[in-house]
């Protein structure tokens, strides 16, 4: 929920388009080449996401900062991402447990 936690009044989006846009990702995680991964709120993680980045494959990343993005092509630095990207797979639900999940949030979010 990370970044959907906290909607309060005069948001950007409003809790029903919210609700919609969560639905919307629980619809396309039925499509066979979509694996949508959620970590629950409250999940006790060993690290924390420090900056978005993106893994593209073994050969590319990006890492986007508050003032750019940084490409990584360095196939050190690609383990490195992918290594923290594995970290979270571990923690996150995937399959009918995130439609479930996602369910839920997208259920909250039409209460509001």
Known sequence: MGA???VREGAL???PA??????????????????IGVIP???PLTRGPMNTFTVYDD????????TGR????DPRDVLHYREIFAMFEDFALFGEDSRT???????RYRDL
């Open 41 to 43: 709120q409250g999940t």
């Open 13 to 15: 989006i409003p809790p």
């Open 70 to 73: 940084i490409v990584f092509r």
């Open 18 to 35: 919210l609700a919609v846009q969560i639905d919307r990702l629980s619809s396309l995680s039925h499509l066979p080449a979509v694996r």
């Open 4 to 6: 959907l936690r906290g």
């Open 101 to 107: 999940k996602l369910g839920e949030w997208a259920d």
């Open 59 to 66: 050969r590319l990343v990006t890492m986007e900062s508050l």
